[in-house]
């Protein structure tokens, strides 16, 4: 039973990644990584990481991936790429050479060189029965990792500030305004529906 | 036939592998940040499966903390990406040489 679980669910997670790597349309290379991250969700099921599988399905399936598809849809930019074209000469056989050696590596280095994983059992934080596994997530999280916890919230915040600063209409060099600049004597303080609106009507 | 740590740990090789040949060979931006998070799933897999192995939780605590990490990432990476492509329509990753000298 769980082998089949897990041969389907491989399946299901290499099809995606291939696809990933292999589609033309980044639309569609978005719909192959959900069921990537479906078929990972699956296998923290398989491991009774249940908390992990509901926070995968929700964070990167229904959050990410739609963030992707959000700017795709933004920026249209869901022609198809040409594959055909190779820009640097050699690029694709070394970089098939370099996943080959990649994959060897890995392989020799957690199943042969070391015979599997190594280490002891922890006595702070041991993994009890599917049952509890939220339950001990989250006492761990709030008592032993707090400041980690409290760090990925600064670190949340930082992100969502940059995001809007980045991707905020500003005017540089680059992207030259015809005509006067309606901000010169106004030190760039209209609000931002504003300029859009002189900038459309300059254009 | 019983799934060993072994099988976990072949499939997250396979698929860092995958991820890493795609960010070498593509040149859209968006498929190259698509192809991280592929990578990152390996890596999430094999933290899951070897805390598994050994009893602990500390490996889905650490996955815990990379997913956080992984969606700030995505974040302003998608911020850089929509910035470039407004100035730049269309821009691949091969196009954005300006510090290349």
């Not at chain 1, 908390?51 to 229904?62: D, E, H, K, R």
């Not at chain 1, 980690?148 to 209409?169: H, K, Y």
């Not at chain 2, 498929?31 to 598994?52: I, K, Q």
């Amino acid at each position: 039973m769980d082998a089949t679980v897990f041969i389907v669910a491989a399946t299901i997670i290499m099809g995606g990644a291939i696809g990933v790597v292999l589609s033309r349309n980044p639309v569609h290379a978005a719909l192959f990584l959900v069921g990537t991250l479906f078929g990972v969700a699956v296998l923290f099921v398989l491991q009774d990481a249940t908390f992990l599988a509901a926070v995968q399905v929700i964070v990167y399936a229904g959050a990410i991936v739609i963030l992707f598809l959000f700017v795709i849809m933004l920026l249209g930019v869901d022609r198809a790429e040409d594959l055909g074209v190779e820009p640097i000469a050699g690029q694709r056989p070394l970089a098939a050479v370099i996943g080959a050696s990649m994959v060897g590596l890995l392989l020799t280095v957690l199943l042969v060189a070391v015979d599997g994983p190594t280490g002891k059992s922890a006595t702070t934080a041991p993994l009890g029965d599917a049952g509890g596994n939220t339950r001990r997530l989250g006492e761990a999280l709030f008592t032993d990792y707090v400041f980690a916890v409290e760090l990925t919230a600064l670190l949340l915040t930082v992100a969502v500030v940059g995001a809007v600063v980045l991707s905020r209409r500003v005017t540089g060099p680059l992207q030259p305004i015809p005509g006067p600049d309606p901000r010169s004597e106004q030190s760039g303080d209209t609000p931002d529906g504003a300029d859009r609106a002189e900038e459309e009507a300059a254009q | 036939m019983t799934v060993t740590t072994t099988w976990y740990l072949v499939l997250a090789a396979v698929l860092f592998s995958t991820g890493s040949v795609g960010l070498l060979v593509r040149r859209n931006p968006l498929v190259m940040v698509m192809c991280v998070e592929l990578m990152l799933n390996a890596v999430n897999l094999t933290f899951v499966s070897v805390g598994t192995h050994l009893g602990d939780l500390g490996g889905q605590l650490a996955v815990f903390f990379v997913l956080v990490v992984a969606a700030a990432e995505v974040v302003v990476g998608l911020a850089l990406i929509v910035a470039i492509m407004r100035r730049r329509p269309g821009a691949t990753a091969d196009d954005l040489s300006l510090l290349g000298g």
